[in-house]
């Protein structure tokens, strides 16, 4: 069943109303500054609707349930005045996109950039992004990456507390900022993708089961109750998410979702709610002629989210793959709390190198059981890699990022190998010059239990992960927002700007083809736990790295070789000068890397 629900906005003050809400004896629509109350008419399956007139666009309005409470439309495109209040019509014509030769871009071609609005700029909105987007494509990004923008309470947070899952958050901008962001992105060929999040609603200003069973007591999530997306009713409480999901592709323009935490979507159907926003999107492509792509965040290593569903998959394009972040942080800082246990060996990047996953069917000793499958055969770009994110820098005690605990040569080498591998790599905000500012969580609910809960909890999460002693950053503090911006002043500092040299080297190699074989050939790793070293192999392309103190002298295969890239060279602020020509025995300088092709 599709059926579109929320205002929407025909031509000549006209609107078409329609909520779900199957408990309700009345439902009734409110429109600020209008004395009548319109009541709305009774369809199958529990939805209300009509089509009113003398509703401008820009109209506020709400819903009044069973003449007593009113509440704003869950399917609300703009909260002008924040989750509580009044829900805002929006014309989808009122902005003219100039994209239309634009048709997407697929993974392969993706070098992602993620970024969360309000910290990415000093203005924190869209606008102030659009003005960096040449600042991107120098760097050599061709996908930006947004983190959560559905109207959260307040107006700072990570986006995850959202609970309008058609809205835009309003202090980032209103829709048409988003759209003309969108289509500037287009403009200079780059895609744009949007963090959804459909595994949970956040706390306040959800008034979704005040309107019916959107939520089960079948299962329990981190978050509290599941999403309703397989118990009774739960047709129309998918509907309302996939709607979602392809409003964002149609209306707005985005070439792909990244679904958060997939693993608690959790729907044990006939068909997975996955696999079906993956066919509505088949046919949104065949519609538009555009490409459109669904990466999963899932902690599971299962081939079944990518595979195509002649072989019993969702169809998803890609996944994120945390076993490779979790391999390479171990070896470079030493870190092995929590679920840093598992990882900590040379042999356990290489494998990921080879083939994305680590637990590809063997046993995790901090989960205490067997995890994933193999993702043997499988595309690299079906796969996303990352050395930085939100989550593992942002859940860290103090928000610290990889330049606050490594040296600089380990960042060039930790860039190296993301940039250097097979899969499709992603940029956290800042790491491509080294950014020292730290990036905590951060909130701004009205509910004081709330935030006394919020704090509470994120000091629990920090069982395994207290690195530091430090002061616990308050996540309600406005302070804590204002630190986790980003410094743009980075050209001043001469190491900062050297890692920006690297990065945009490496994009370009990457974009070049200079990787290629590591690509299309078959992989091998050889792993030297006592040296920290690795050699991975490919059709001619060699790489060496060095995650040890000391020098290391690690052996090419026979023959002459071309250097194609060495992060410590003196180009990029290093020790050494390195020969265009090697063979043999070869020096890797301590915490470095080589590249060569013969």
């Known amino acids: 069943m599709q059926r579109k629900v929320g205002a929407h906005y025909v031509k000549d003050e006209k609107c078409q109303f329609r909520v779900w809400a199957p408990s309700a004896k009345k439902v009734e629509v409110v429109v600020k500054n209008r004395k009548n109350v319109i009541q709305l008419e009774k369809e199958e399956k529990g939805y209300w609707s009509k089509e009113l007139e003398g509703i401008p666009a820009g109209s506020y309005y709400k819903f009044r349930l069973n003449k007593e409470k009113e509440f704003p439309d869950p399917a609300s495109k703009f909260q002008p005045e924040g989750v509580h209040s009044w829900s805002q019509v929006i014309d989808p014509e009122d902005y003219q996109w100039n994209d239309k030769d634009w048709k997407g871009l697929p993974m392969s071609q993706m070098i992602i950039y993620e970024l969360h609005v309000g910290t990415f700029t000093k203005e924190g909105t869209f606008a102030a992004i659009e003005e960096k987007l040449d600042y991107l494509l120098e760097l050599g990004i061709t996908a930006i990456e947004i983190m959560p923008i559905s109207a959260f309470p307040g107006n700072r947070n990570w986006g995850y507390d959202g609970v309008y899952p058609y809205a835009t958050q309003e202090s980032y901008g209103t829709v048409k900022a988003l759209k003309k962001l969108i289509d500037s992105c287009h403009k200079k060929e780059i895609a744009v993708i949007l963090d959804a999040v459909y595994n949970h609603m956040g706390p306040e200003g959800n008034y979704l089961a005040e309107f019916g069973p959107y939520f089960t007591d079948k299962y329990t999530t981190p978050w509290g109750k599941a999403i309703n997306f397989d118990d009774r009713q739960s047709d129309h409480v998918r509907?309302?998410?996939?709607?979602?999901?392809?409003?964002?592709?149609?209306?707005?323009?985005?070439?792909?979702?990244?679904?958060?935490?997939?693993?608690?979507?959790?729907?044990?159907?006939?068909?997975?709610?996955?696999?079906?926003?993956?066919?509505?999107?088949?046919?949104?492509?065949?519609?538009?002629?555009?490409?459109?792509?669904?990466?999963?965040?899932?902690?599971?290593?299962?081939?079944?989210?990518?595979?195509?569903?002649?072989?019993?998959?969702?169809?998803?394009?890609?996944?994120?793959?945390?076993?490779?972040?979790?391999?390479l942080h171990t070896l470079i800082t030493g870190e092995n709390e929590g679920y840093y246990n598992d990882y900590g060996k040379m042999a356990n990047l290489g494998k990921s190198l080879e083939q994305a996953f680590v637990y590809d069917g063997i046993y995790s000793n901090f989960r205490k059981r067997t995890i994933g499958n193999s993702p043997k055969g499988l595309p690299s770009s079906k796969f996303v890699v990352c050395i930085q994110n939100h989550d593992q820098v942002g859940n860290r005690m103090l928000g610290d990022r990889l330049s606050q605990l490594v040296s600089f040569e380990k960042l060039k080498l930790a860039a190296g190998v993301m940039l250097t591998s097979s899969f499709v790599p992603m940029l956290f905000m800042g790491e491509e010059f080294a950014e020292d500012q730290v990036f905590q969580y951060f909130v701004s609910h009205g509910d004081p239990e709330l935030v006394k809960a919020v704090q509470e909890g994120r000091k629990r999460e920090f069982e395994y992960f207290n690195h530091h002693g430090g002061e616990f950053p308050d996540p309600q503090s406005e302070e804590t927002f204002n630190n986790s911006k980003l410094n743009w002043s980075f050209q001043e500092e001469g190491s900062k700007m050297a890692i920006f040299g690297l990065y945009k080297e490496l994009i370009r190699l990457r974009k070049e083809g200079a990787f290629q074989a590591f690509y299309t050939k078959e992989k091998s790793s050889e792993a030297d736990e006592e040296n920290k070293t690795l050699r991975l192999s490919a059709g001619g392309l060699t790489a060496l790295y060095n995650f040890s103190e000391d020098s290391k002298k690690m052996n090419l295969p026979e023959g002459e070789h071309q250097l194609v890239f060495a992060s410590a060279d003196k180009k990029w602020s290093g020790p050494q000068d390195f020969p265009q020509k090697v063979s043999g025995a070869v020096n890797i300088p301590p915490e470095s890397l080589i590249i060569c092709k013969s």
């Open 239 to 327: 509907n309302f998410f996939l709607q979602s999901a392809l409003m964002w592709l149609k209306e707005f323009h985005f070439d792909g979702l990244r679904l958060d935490a997939i693993h608690e979507i959790i729907d044990r159907g006939a068909k997975h709610l996955l696999k079906e926003l993956s066919e509505q999107v088949d046919k949104l492509e065949e519609e538009t002629g555009r490409k459109y792509v669904l990466i999963a965040e899932s902690d599971l290593n299962d081939t079944k989210i990518i595979n195509e569903y002649k072989k019993g998959g969702f169809g998803l394009e890609a996944q994120w793959v945390d076993d490779f972040h979790h391999s």
